[in-house]
């Protein structure tokens, strides 16, 4: 059965798994790679308006004369 556990990257950058984990020759494992704190702090944040006016946009967007408008911008197909 699979079984996650959390490991840390060494100042040489080698995965440290904890000492209690036992690991069988040749056996399979996935790594994810994880976000830093400070990489997600420095990201926008998605405000609640973003969110809530995606939907009206979203209407806008697919209209036909919003199609017309930006036809000029499309490669002839």
Same mark, same amino acid.
């Given at each position: 059965? =699979?079984?996650?556990?959390?490991?840390?990257?060494?100042?040489?950058?080698?995965?440290?798994? =904890?000492?209690?984990?036992?690991?069988?020759?040749?056996?399979?494992?996935?790594?994810?790679?994880?976000?830093?704190?400070?990489?997600?702090?420095?990201? =926008? =944040?998605?405000?609640?308006?973003?969110?809530?006016?995606?939907?009206?946009?979203?209407?806008?967007?697919?209209?036909?004369?919003?199609?017309?408008?930006?036809?000029?911008?499309?490669?002839?197909?």
């Amino acid at each position: 059965m =699979p079984k996650t556990v959390e490991a840390v990257v060494d100042e040489d950058g080698y995965i440290r798994l =904890p000492d209690s984990i036992s690991l069988k020759r040749d056996q399979r494992v996935l790594v994810t790679i994880l976000e830093e704190e400070e990489e997600r702090a420095s990201e =926008p =944040p998605v405000t609640e308006t973003v969110l809530l006016s995606e939907g009206a946009l979203a209407e806008d967007w697919t209209r036909e004369e919003e199609d017309e408008a930006w036809k000029h911008l499309q490669p002839d197909q």
